[in-house]
């Protein structure tokens, strides 16, 4: 009897720590890592999204950005994160794609986070330096027809969303384009800019204004139908790459571990977010919108995540001698 009653007071006692620790959260400020460089389409996701869930949070959520590796460093270092709701990740379809590209990779994205929820599905953008003489897309695929190795693609690392691209576009094309590689897309872009590399897949939070400016070139959008915020770009599917199709579906992370009160808050923070007018604001002014509230569980995000990553294995596969 008084060892059932020692169990009973030990259960209480843990019961009681776990409501506490979780009432007590946050009670310090709250780090979403964002695994590419300041700048890029997924730092202004994150940076977006962490003003709302600050104010739901009644906590300072800061941006820490650690790039390398196409996502796959910063991904590390919250896979290794004390697993106490106070380092987040925020990641792409790169999570989907680094098992097949890292086979050595530090994290297995399934086991290791527990995810939150989903944030949004961001389109994305074939673009062209400035002063490349390509002005449309049939231009270009004559261009490259006539000398793939004239020109440079960028992108943000072996397994991020502007690599991928480049890598179904390479296969589409048949041409396999030189490439320059970047710690994000906010630094490519810079470069692209100043007429210092050619091309570029890049999603579209990073390259509306640019587009809507008439600053670079724009031979299509990825998505099947035109998009409401560039509705004069077309499809590549439009344009002769049939089939042609790339979202850029981001989500929330912690390490696993994580309270479960602890991940509830974060995601009664996150669907706060995303359905607070500012942020819904923002995103369709860059050309996205939050995605429905139905993919912000962990459910459905984790459901996803492993669809995703056979699907890649498979794209990769069949677009290897592109891959490197
Ligand atoms: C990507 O290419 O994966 C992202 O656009 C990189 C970034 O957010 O900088």
């Given at each position: 009897m008084r060892k059932l009653a020692g169990i009973f007071v030990l259960l209480v006692g843990s019961l009681c720590a776990a409501v506490v620790h979780a009432q007590a959260y946050p009670h310090k400020p709250i780090t979403i890592i964002v695994p590419f460089a300041a700048g890029g389409p997924t730092d202004t996701v994150g940076r977006t999204i962490a003003v709302a869930m600050q104010k739901r949070l009644r906590q300072t959520v800061v941006i820490e950005n650690v790039s390398g590796g196409g996502g796959t460093v910063g991904a590390t270092r919250v896979a290794h994160a004390a697993p106490d709701g106070y380092t987040l990740l925020l990641y792409h379809v790169g999570m989907a794609t680094a098992p097949t590209l890292y086979?050595?990779?530090?994290?297995?994205?399934l086991k290791s986070f527990e995810p939150i929820g989903e944030v949004t599905d961001v389109p994305m953008t074939l673009i062209g330096r400035?002063?490349?003489?390509?002005?449309d897309f049939a231009e270009l695929r004559a261009y490259l027809a006539r000398d793939p190795a004239a020109l440079t693609y960028a992108h943000?690392?072996?397994?991020s969303a502007s690599h991928l691209c480049g890598l179904l576009l390479m296969k589409a094309l048949g041409v396999d384009l030189r490439t320059v590689t970047f710690k994000g897309t906010g630094p490519a872009l810079n470069e692209l800019l100043s007429n210092r590399v050619d091309v570029m897949c890049d999603q579209v939070t990073n390259t509306n204004s640019q587009i809507r400016g008439g600053k670079v070139r724009a031979y299509g959008v990825t998505t099947p139908e035109r998009i409401a915020s560039l509705p004069g770009v077309p499809t590549l599917h439009e344009v002769?790459?049939?089939?042609f199709e790339v979202a850029v579906w981001h989500a929330l992370y912690v390490p696993a571990g994580t309270p479960q009160e602890v991940r509830d808050k974060l995601n009664d923070a996150l669907r706060y977010a995303l359905t607070d007018q500012t942020v819904k604001a923002r995103l369709n002014d860059l050309g996205t919108d939050p995605v429905p509230l139905h993919k912000v569980t962990p459910e459905f995000t984790r459901d996803h995540l492993r669809a995703e990553i056979d699907k890649w294995a498979q794209v990769i596969r069949d677009a290897r001698p592109y891959v490197d």
């Open positions: 086979p050595d990779l530090p994290f297995d994205p400035p002063g490349l003489p390509a002005r943000a690392g072996m397994g002769g790459l049939r089939g």
